[in-house]
């Protein structure tokens, strides 16, 4: 694709006709260029060899010997291609399944991180095995299809040809019309069957190559069709550009939320308000049941000198910790706070200061230097982040990720509370109204910047934990919209500790922790004066 104009990005973004790009840039098209090597070096030599013996036949035998020989070499063409067929197609569906399986374990690569600290291993893992199992059922078909194939190829073009061609050199010596044989003694007999034995069972053994060579020209088939598909979308798009988008006449979906159920501007109204009272209730008898001793429910405990210690109900505590970077960098020097329910925190600080890292320790994701750190279990935290990860699925996983949708239905969710949750966020209900909650799409590419946080919201009063790190997460949102995720998280008693450098968010937090950065790791624990914030919004307003 060339750099020289914007065919990779249209093709890659805007195209939604070809899939995995990259699995066709390289993989396929490097099968491609094997085929069409393998194709010559199995064609070059049977075609002069057939060319050859069949001149040498004709001129002493007649051109009826040859000519059964290539009769039979079409008619066997014909009728193995015929059973070929479905060989094109089911490399086309290998070459697209090993795109899928390439793409999905790429996306852990690339967002290891995030699903770390959602916890969303189980999902990711059964994401990657379902891709696995299609792949392996797929290669399995694939496999005993080309054997029976194979048994078929190797009796038409490798015995029957060779019997074809023994008994055309047969004929005229069991014939009893007259020939040039007739004039011929035992000896001369002798050498002209053996040469020209010779010579129709090489022609027999050329015509068999060749109908060989047609399963290859099967698979070079398909990676044609697919290579041409790219070249003609990449080409496409550099020469016209890409297709005017299509505005819809009506929404696709379902609405979102019934009525009454809408976000005033200035906050929820009364009756969304007792709804997510009663959700906050049903969370409560959810988390009850659920053994925090199961060990995927227990937070991970590197190796380190530190010291971490997991209670269920617990604060985030920090007692003398250091937070240092993989590269030996001291971020911070000497941490110690207390983060209590209910009482919100914001982490402010320049970039590289600490502060995502002391959300990795917090997550476990990061040894301890030194220090004690007490927290809860990892089912009692969420992280959010500004870009929220978005996994493979229906519309539905977005939302109540890394559940699967026989645990939310296990725990007694319906549909309908998804829809009110996302009502909250989005009280259009434009996300409802163009795609169903059962639809699946690429979802990173389908959503817009604001909606990916609007789902990262819903995604967070569905799991309602004890507390939730916000790492920008509100940035491509109003501030109405803000607003409202801090009034619910309040009703929901979800603790959070939010990184934002706008100050619209300060007066929903009740301590600052800033880390200054510098070679000394310095910080601060402040009590932000909600009453002195007050009153300098107020004189900026006036």
């Not at 059973?83 to 390439?102: A, I, M, S, Y």
């Not at 001291?330 to 329910?341: G, M, N, P, Q, W």
């Amino acid at each position: 694709v060339s750099t020289q104009s914007t065919g990779y990005y249209r093709i890659s973004n805007l195209d939604q006709t070809i899939g995995n790009v990259d699995q066709l840039l390289t993989n396929d098209v490097q099968k491609f260029c094997d085929s069409v090597v393998d194709l010559y070096s199995n064609l070059a030599k049977p075609l002069l060899d057939i060319v050859i013996y069949t001149i040498k036949l004709a001129s002493s035998h007649g051109i009826r010997g040859p000519g059964t020989m290539l009769s039979y070499l079409f008619m066997s063409g014909v009728v193995l291609t015929t059973l070929r067929r479905p060989l094109g197609r089911l490399t086309v569906e290998e070459q697209k399944l090993e795109g899928d399986f390439r793409y999905v374990n790429s996306r852990v690569i690339a967002h290891g991180e995030e699903i770390a600290f959602y916890g969303g291993n189980r999902t990711e893992a059964a994401v990657l095995d379902g891709a696995f199992k299609r792949l392996v059922y797929h290669l399995r078909a694939a496999m005993e299809f080309r054997f029976s194939m194979g048994v078929v190829d190797n009796i038409i073009a490798k015995y029957f040809a060779t019997v074809v061609g023994y008994f055309v050199v047969s004929r005229p010596f069991m014939s009893t019309e007259p020939s040039r044989l007739d004039s011929m003694g035992q000896g001369e007999l002798m050498e002209d069957y053996y040469r020209s034995g010779r010579m129709l069972v090489n022609l027999a053994s050329a015509v068999g190559r060749i109908v060989l060579a047609g399963r290859e020209l099967t698979r070079l088939s398909a990676y044609t069709a697919r290579v041409h598909d790219l070249l003609e979308r990449v080409t496409n798009m550099t020469e016209s550009g890409a297709d005017p988008f299509k505005v819809r006449e009506d929404g696709s979906g379902e609405a979102g939320g019934k009525e009454g159920d809408e976000v005033d501007v200035g906050g929820l109204n009364e009756t969304l308000r007792s709804k997510l009272a009663a959700w906050r209730e049903r969370c409560d008898a959810r988390d009850a049941k659920i053994n925090v001793d199961d060990p995927m429910l227990r937070a991970p405990k590197p190796k380190g000198e530190g010291e971490l210690v997991v209670v269920k109900g617990a604060p985030i505590e920090f007692a003398h910790v250091d937070l240092v970077s993989p590269d030996g960098k001291l971020l911070v020097k000497d941490l110690s706070f207390t983060a209590e329910r209910g009482r919100n925190v914001m982490v402010t600080g320049p970039n590289g200061s600490g502060k995502s890292s002391l959300f990795r320790v917090i997550g476990g994701l990061w040894p301890l230097h030194c220090g004690k750190v007490t927290k809860p279990p990892q089912r009692e935290i969420l992280f959010l982040p500004q870009k929220p990860y978005l996994s493979i699925g229906t519309l539905r996983d977005q939302l109540i990720y890394p559940l699967s949708a026989a645990q939310m239905r296990a725990q007694g969710v319906t549909d309908d509370d998804l829809a009110m949750l996302l009502s909250i966020v989005d009280p259009a209900g434009l996300i409802l109204k163009e795609w169903r909650l059962d639809d699946v799409r690429d979802w990173s590419h389908s959503f817009s910047g604001g909606q990916k946080q609007r789902v990262g919201m819903c995604r967070l009063f569905f799991a309602r934990p004890k507390y939730a790190i916000l790492d920008e997460c509100t940035s491509a949102v109003s501030d109405e919209v803000e607003d409202v995720l801090y009034e619910v998280a309040t009703i929901l008693h979800c603790t959070l500790f939010t990184i934002s450098h706008r100050p619209s968010v300060r007066k929903h937090h009740d301590f600052c922790l800033n880390f200054e950065g510098g070679m000394e790791g310095k910080w601060q624990w402040t009590e932000i004066d909600k009453t002195d914030l007050s009153s300098k919004l107020t004189k900026l307003v006036k």
